[in-house]
């Protein structure tokens, strides 16, 4: 059964900074990218980053370029998503997801979120 358990969600005040954690486990293969999407309250799910499982290639949305690190460690099957100089529009339940191969950037698999809320 694969798993995606999200970690590291919390409280903070604009300016601050959180890590969030992601490991996943029974994914018999590797994951072809893993990526990181939030919804706001009353807002549609967006995308936040992605890194590509063996080259660690990643990608950005526009809104986190600069203040958001993506990362991952392929030993502890965990991705982490690194987030400094939050804001309150960053205030949202965040998301990671993962695929395969033989479903890139489709995300069939999906954690149970953890919520980030900025204060100002």
């Known amino acids: 059964q694969v798993q995606l358990v999200e970690s590291g969600g919390g409280l903070v005040q604009a300016g601050g900074s959180l890590r969030l954690s992601c490991a996943y486990s029974g994914i018999t293969s590797l994951p072809y990218t893993m990526g990181w999407f939030r919804q706001a309250p009353g807002k549609e799910r967006e995308f936040v980053a992605r890194?590509?499982?063996?080259?660690?290639?990643?990608y950005y949305a526009d809104s986190v370029k600069g203040r958001f690190t993506i990362s991952r460690d392929s030993a502890k099957n965990t991705m982490y998503l690194q987030m400094i100089s939050l804001k309150p529009e960053d205030t949202a339940v965040y998301y990671c997801?993962?695929?395969?191969?033989?479903?890139?950037?489709?995300?069939?698999?999906w954690g149970q979120g953890t919520q980030v809320t900025v204060s100002s």
């Open positions: 997801a993962a695929d395969t191969r033989d479903t890139p950037l489709k995300y069939p698999y």
């Open positions: 890194i590509a499982w063996s080259s660690s290639t990643t």
